[in-house]
């Protein structure tokens, strides 16, 4: 039995119905959970004998809006564990779905592994997805000001409002963006003779 294969082994035997799905690709392997489990498999794939996975090594949100040219038909925003095991060498990839797309909401794992916090304060402050039980949910990338989670498909690239320093009032403010929607299209200049002898 090949590393792969025993590491897929353990993951059944520990976690048993709560995988609802899982893929090997690449030499690795993804596991999908419920969100409403998603705590609960964290701990054991940290304290289970067969997987210790006791290092997080990333977490990142998803959005999916558009995933597939628009043929995707599942929920709209993930978060995505990566997880090392040292004492095994080996990895896992655990994704989970949030159930509502208004309001993207899972448990936090920071209590498992409290590297977690500010990679959950990321996926917060661009995705805008709610890690319930975070001690310090805000923002650690955009100002406070600032409206919308950037790196939702949805968001314009302009952004929504704009940030300038008002002289007669003395402080910064925010306004509406005044930059006019604009397609670019690159002038392409070449020589008649460009890339011949």
Not at 52 to 77: M, S
Not at 97 to 104: G, M, N, Q, V
Request: aromatic fraction near 10%.
């Amino acid at each position: 039995m090949t590393r792969l294969e025993t590491l897929a082994a353990n993951l059944k035997a520990a976690l048993g119905e709560r995988i609802a799905d899982m893929t090997i690709a690449l030499g690795e392997i993804t596991i999908v959970v419920r969100a409403a489990d998603h705590l609960a498999v964290a701990r054991t794939l940290r304290d289970d004998e067969r997987l210790k996975f006791e290092q997080c090594i990333d977490l990142a949100g998803v959005d999916y809006l558009h995933y597939g040219d628009g043929t995707w038909n599942g929920p709209r925003f993930a978060v995505v564990l990566h997880l090392l095991s040292v004492t095994h060498n080996w990895r896992v990839r655990v994704r989970a779905f949030c159930p509502d797309d208004e309001l993207p909401l899972i448990d936090s794992v920071t209590g498992v592994w409290p590297s977690a916090g500010w990679f959950e304060r990321e996926a917060f402050d661009l995705y805008g997805i709610v890690f319930e039980g975070h001690a310090d949910l805000r923002r650690i990338l955009t100002d406070y000001g600032f409206v919308g989670h950037p790196f939702r498909k949805d968001f314009p690239i302009t952004g929504y409002v704009e940030m300038r320093y008002d002289p007669e009032q003395r402080r910064v403010v925010y306004q509406p963006v005044t930059i006019e929607p604009r397609e670019v299209t690159p002038r392409v200049i070449r020589e008649e003779n460009y890339g011949r002898g």
